[in-house]
């Protein structure tokens, strides 16, 4: 489900494609080269975009949270037990 996130949200987005693309130009010129855990660290708008699609579109479905006591909100009660 993340990979797809990711990839929807990429080919949605010609422009940060393009920014993508030039970092991975940038740090693999050679794409026959392997890709190690060094050259992953120098991708930080790779990492941003991944971690800003995460934050947009969450893949988690549901909130986890519950409320362990009775609450109230700008007003409202809200009920202990309640996501």
Do not use: W
Not at 14 to 27: A, F, G, M, T, Y
Not at 52 to 72: H, P
Request: some cysteine.
């Amino acid at each position: 489900m993340a990979v797809c996130s990711m990839l929807y949200q990429l080919a949605t987005r010609p422009e940060e494609q393009e920014k993508l693309h030039q970092e991975l130009c940038r740090i693999l010129p050679d794409p026959s080269q392997p890709l190690t855990p060094d050259k992953l660290d120098q991708m930080i708008y790779l990492k941003a975009f991944i971690k800003e699609v995460f934050r947009m579109y969450s893949t988690v479905i549901g909130n986890g949270r519950t409320l362990q006591n009775d609450m109230v909100i700008c007003g409202y009660r809200i009920p202990k037990g309640v996501s």
